[in-house]
């Protein structure tokens, strides 16, 4: 069975809930600057894979899910 929908991804769900812990770890950091980058980071994680999986083919959706791993 495909997946029809990036919401199903594991690696989503997961990447989803890693943005929630990292927006209650730093929400009450003074460092705002530092607070909004690394909270930027976390949701583009999935935010890429949602991205990718919206691409045409699996050689986009591959480099959409390199890029949510290496370049955050």
């Known amino acids: 069975m495909a997946i029809q929908k990036f919401e ?3 690696a ?5 809930d890693f943005a929630v812990e990292i927006y209650a770890a730093f929400e009450t950091s003074k460092d705002h600057g530092f607070k909004h980058q690394i909270c930027h980071a976390a949701v583009s994680i999935s935010n890429n894979i949602a991205e990718g999986f919206d691409r045409i083919s699996d050689a986009d959706f591959a480099r959409f899910l390199f890029i949510s791993i290496f370049l955050q």
């Open 12 to 16: 989503w769900q997961k990447a989803q």
């Open 8 to 10: 199903d991804i594991i």
